[in-house]
């Protein structure tokens, strides 16, 4: 399955999900939000050249990681995850923009909140 970690990172600054993830379109209302599209991310890889593997037990993650170094070619490791079980944020703070004036409360807030954080941020 596809799952869409933009949308994750899109949420989390108040929006409602905007089609990043993959999904069936709902035949009733013909929006983009039926069920998740399955997508075999090692065939697709292969069919560009690349080496693959398909992940289900730390074995066979050990094993594929092992392989991969060796691989003279690019490589791929498919593992599948539930919807919504990405490390949060990759340990790590995304400053990615967003609307600082919004009818939405919930993204006021977001706004606030990166507003905060910006004093934080290492200047490049």
Request: proline share 2%; hydrophobic share 40%; glycine share 8%.
């Amino acid at each position: 399955m596809t799952n869409g970690c933009i949308n994750n990172l899109q949420m989390e600054h108040g929006m409602d999900s905007f089609t990043t993830e993959f999904r069936f379109r709902n035949a009733e209302g013909g929006k983009l939000d039926g069920g998740l599209i399955p997508v075999d991310f090692a065939a697709i890889a292969a069919g560009y050249g690349c080496k693959t593997w398909r992940v289900t037990t730390l074995a066979q993650l050990k094993q594929a990681l092992e392989e991969a170094r060796q691989s003279p070619v690019s490589t791929l490791i498919d593992i599948k995850v539930l919807p919504k079980t990405m490390v949060h944020k990759y340990f790590s703070w995304w400053h990615v923009g967003g609307a600082q004036v919004s009818q939405s409360e919930r993204i006021n807030a977001v706004a606030r909140m990166l507003n905060e954080h910006l004093d934080q941020a290492r200047k490049y």
